[in-house]
């Protein structure tokens, strides 16, 4: 098992890659070394977001492309889903993730919080 990111001050890891071959991140609005979501609602939220993914991804030496799954969870599913789907277009393109968004409880006044998987080839 690699851990990618991994506290320094809690037992918590931003991403794994296990079996050698399966990626696990999970992503928040919340950059690093801050305790609130970025300012301007979920969109914002997302994009930072898929910042943070990239990053994880990258040191596992992958890119999007590898993402097979997602789950999304939102404050306000009803609400945030219209403009978190324009930014999930913008950054998907045309790569097909199996994903699925759910409405949820979130901490720290987030809007947003993603889990990913991917293949490590």
Sequence with gaps: MQFIDSSTTF??????????????AVVTG???GHDKPVAGGAAA???EAFRQLDVLLQQAGVDR???????LYLQDVLADIGEVNLVWREYMGS???V??????????GMRVEAAFTAEIP
């Design 99 to 108: 994903r699925r968004a759910y409405g949820v409880t979130l901490q720290a």
């Design 30 to 32: 919340i950059p690093d």
């Design 45 to 47: 939220e997302m994009r």
């Design 95 to 97: 790569h097909p993730v």
């Design 65 to 71: 492309r590898a993402i097979c799954t997602a789950r």
């Design 11 to 24: 037992p918590i890891s931003s991403a794994v890659v296990h079996s050698g071959r399966i990626f696990e």
